[in-house]
């Protein structure tokens, strides 16, 4: 592919399809350049996300001035700090859903499949509230990162739309990977469920000039 576009930096190769599919729906015509790096999330879950900074450096080493969307919540926040010696911007995709989650409500339930996901994304929430007072609660969903290493996709987001469903004490819910998005269309909960995907793809196309 020629011409500017969005690098996504993946760490697993489920999501390419799912942005694929967005890209056509909401953004037909934009090029999507996609980097598939799976250690970087079993390295930053064993040893912390700023371990991978060395390894996310050389995986855009050659993405050129083009913005990066990271589609990783783990390793997010140390990838956009990274953003000066890439050279080229880089946008978590999940500060968008963060952004609208704060808008929506104080009380803000944060559903994960890996424990290394919640600390990132509360201090991003944090971030994005500023002065404002959060009351961030954790579900971790048992059993459905196992599903999703089987290739279990259904189980997978069947188990986390019934996390969702149990929630009855928060103004939103945050669906914290990318990979849990398609649970928001199963759920039957009133309460809004927020996913990372298309906000964020919007947001790295707006980088580009392409939305």
């Known amino acids: ?29 934009a090029v999507l350049r996609h ?18 900074a060395p390894a996310v450096l050389e995986a855009l080493a050659g ?21 000066p010696a890439i050279g080229a911007p880089v946008l978590r995709v999940d500060r968008p859903m963060a ?36 009351a961030i609660r954790a579900h971790l969903v048992a059993g459905a990162w196992e599903r999703f290493e089987a290739g279990d996709t259904a189980g ?9 469903d149990a929630v009855t004490d928060a103004d939103v819910v945050v669906l914290a990977q990318a990979s849990m998005a398609g649970a928001a269309d199963l759920v039957t909960t009133r309460i809004p469920v927020l996913s990372s995907p298309a906000p964020g793809l919007a947001a ?4 580009v000039g392409a939305s």
Request: hydrophobic share 50%.
């Open 204 to 207: 790295g196309l707006r980088q």
């Open 35 to 52: 980097l598939v790096v799976p250690e970087l999330l079993d390295r930053a879950r064993a040893e912390g996300p700023q371990a991978v």
């Open 156 to 164: 997978y987001l069947a188990r986390v739309a019934a996390a969702a």
């Open 99 to 134: 952004a609208a989650a704060v808008r929506t409500g104080a009380r803000i339930a944060v559903l994960a499949t890996v424990e290394s996901t919640f600390a990132p994304t509360a201090e991003l929430l944090a971030e994005e509230a500023g002065e404002e007072p959060l």
């Open 63 to 83: 993405a050129g001035p083009d913005p990066v969307l990271v589609t990783c919540s783990t390793i997010g926040a140390t990838a956009e700090a990274l953003a």
């Open 1 to 29: 592919m020629t011409g500017p576009g969005l690098t996504l930096l993946h760490t697993s190769p489920v999501h390419v399809p799912v942005f694929d599919a967005l890209r056509d729906r909401n953004h037909p015509g």
